[in-house]
């Protein structure tokens, strides 16, 4: 399609003499007489290049350019001077213009320069669509995992970064709320503001009170100083609470207030304070249940429940185990300061069966127990814990259902047709996938008829 061009000059024989030029090498192009009736149609037209004037009547260039500026207009633009007022081109090129051209130039000058700006402008628009690109692919920091429950976690996260909508996260222990919590938090508009979490359990109700919304010197035996409290320390970012299940009944209610009201009371003081904070939630609780238990109250669940995220547990996504025993294993070999090991394909395989009642958090426990008793390049099943090889006991699984747990053999048999398809079926590049020689390999597609 051919680049669009709009011409701002006021003196009309030089306008037409240009736009004729222009239209005969090929260029889409409308005239404007002066600055305001350029932003009038560049708010409705989009177009790639603004090709202006600097002394024009009603708006000038240098004003247009500072509009244009200001209004975050995608259109280059190519300032028109005189010999007279090189130094005022310059400045404008200091506003944002791409690049300058004398009113006398000669016409091949001008679209060679047009040519060069338009071709400067491709390649910027073409490097954001690749950062944004690079963005969506890694933009999830350390959450790993491309399985179909994951990729919905990943669509929400997408939705909920871009506005300041509460969250409500909830999963079982170690599936890595507060991981998604923070994710959502640098991926959105907020991600220079502070980000502030704080855990809900195991504080008694004064104390939480401090915690949360501050306390003036002296409303409490300890409290020799005034405090401010994580909704005034998070204010203008996100605050994370964590374990929200936890907070106690009597204080839900000025939990619910300082939500409704944007606004907290410290203990000790009858001024409340104006905050201003987007609110992540998480708990590992059924809130449902919670309050028709008579524990939580039902007005600051649905206070709270406006964007849902369940996490899935390990079990549930065991495709992802292998992806995230790659991470762990380079992060650890980063922190160890050692050549990174690799993992047999029986333990491995192992890894994979294993039910995970603890999640994210036990696997990378189990990792990391096995980097640092593994003497070895490679860990293999004896480095794993006892459970994990099935020789301990085993924890019940959590709530959710788990469905079939594969066997050692399945699970290997998986993992070898999952390296054969990413190989595209080059057994040399599948056997360097899963760490095994070429005719270790050949055993085990014999073995399983693959």
Known sequence: MPARILLVEDELNMARTLAKNLERAGYLVEHAPHGEAALARLASVTFDVVLTDLKMPVMDGMELLRAMHERQVGAAAVVLTGYGTIESAVEAMKLGAADYLIKDARPQEILLTLERVLRVASLERENKRLRREIGRLQGFGELIGHSPAMQAVYRLID?????????????????????????????????????VAVNCAGLSETLLDSQLFGHRRGAFTGAVSDHDGVFRAATGGTLLLD??????????????????????????????????????????????????????????????????????????RRDDITALVDHFLAHYSAQYGVEPKRIAPDALAALVAYDWPGNIRQLQNAIERAFALSTADVIETADLPAAVRGTGPVAPPGPSEPGPVPTLEQAERELISAALRQSGGIKNEAARLLGIDRQRLYRKIEKYGL
């Open 159 to 195: 939705a909920v970064s871009q506005n300041k909508s509460t969250v409500l996260l909830s999963g079982e222990s170690g599936t890595g709320k507060e991981l998604v919590a923070r994710t959502i938090h640098q991926r959105g508009t907020l991600r220079d503001m502070p980000f």
């Open 243 to 316: 374990e929200v299940a936890e907070i106690p009944l009597g204080l839900q209610a000025k939990f619910l207030r300082a939500i409704q009201e944007r606004e907290v009371t410290p203990l000790g003081s009858s001024r409340p304070v104006p905050v201003d904070v987007r609110l992540i939630a998480a708990t590992n609780s059924d809130l449902e249940t919670e309050v028709r238990a008579g524990t939580f109250r039902a007005d600051l669940f649905y206070r709270l429940n406006v964007v849902h995220i369940e996490l899935p547990s390990l079990r549930t």
